[in-house]
């Protein structure tokens, strides 16, 4: 039997992204549906860089960025904007409007990009958030929420429209263990039940073995190792190893 052949997303070809200098040079990436793939490396390696040239904020500084089998920044305008609209992105800091409900903050893709009418949108928004664990909290204000919840609206809103593919950068950044486990099973439960691919830019050693089937690491402004967390954890590469086996600084005694 022939193996089926999965829809290539993304692809970079020898992408150099960065401002005033390069931050990252010659990047080399296929993402195909449905999998969930992580950019790691330390602060300040470019992974975020890399995102907002991925999602259209930063045009790349050399190289070719492919999105949906269109190079992203060698289209017009109009056309970018149709590409980016088949992804979503949930920021780091979530980015929701305090001013606006949890419903409000969630329908906004709907109401800005499409024409479906406003009862079907509260329908829409009801669904997606009890598909992220927040059945409910519609009616609230995001100053009202825990920082795991207000990740998990970002996640709702990032998804309203069902993109193809969504950026995350670092989705469990800053939540205690147990919430960030939480969220990452929600991240999993959200391919599935979607059909979603995953870009996840991240430095949680437990996140990236929950979720990811394969990682790039980034050092010294290049990709310094790809394949799946195994491969990886198992590298003999100076860099990858340190990043994969952090050993945690013991406590200190309490003096007595």
């Known amino acids: 039997m022939t193996a089926r ?7 970079c070809r020898r992408l150099t992204v960065g401002y ?24 300040g390696c470019g992974k975020s860089t890399l995102l907002r040239t991925m999602t259209g904020l930063l045009p790349p500084k050399g190289g070719e960025l492919r999105l949906f089998g269109e190079s992203l920044y060698d289209v017009d305008a109009a056309e970018r904007a149709q590409l980016l609209r088949r992804t979503g992105t949930s920021f780091q800091q979530d980015a929701l409007f305090g001013a606006m409900t ?18 079907v949108i509260r329908e829409m928004v009801r669904s997606r958030l009890a598909m992220v664990g927040l059945a409910g909290f519609g009616p609230r204000r995001p100053a009202t929420l825990s ?5 998990r609206v970002a996640l709702a809103r990032a998804t309203i429209l069902d ?10 950044s800053g939540l205690d263990p147990v919430v960030a486990a939480g969220l990452d099973e929600t991240l999993l439960q ?4 979607l059909g979603i691919t995953l870009i996840v830019v991240t430095h949680e050693l437990d996140s990236i073995r ?8 980034f050092a ?12 990886l954890s198992a590298s003999h590469d100076e860099a990858v190893h340190a990043f994969f086996h952090r050993i945690a600084e013991p406590a200190p005694r309490a003096r007595g």
């Open 190 to 193: 959200l391919r599935d039940a």
């Open 20 to 43: 005033e200098q390069p931050v990252l040079r010659d990047v080399a990436l296929a993402v195909d549906a449905g999998e969930i793939v992580a950019l790691l490396g330390g602060s």
């Open 163 to 172: 993109p193809q593919l969504v950026f995350c950068d670092e989705p469990s």
């Open 147 to 151: 920082g795991g919840q207000r990740k």
């Open 210 to 217: 929950a979720i990811a089937d394969r990682a790039l690491m």
């Open 5 to 11: 052949v999965r829809e290539r997303l993304l692809e």
């Open 102 to 119: 949890v419903e409000d903050n969630v329908a906004l893709p709907l109401r800005e990009l499409t024409d479906v009418p406003a009862p």
């Open 220 to 231: 010294d402004g290049h990709v310094v190792a790809e394949g799946t967390i195994d491969e």
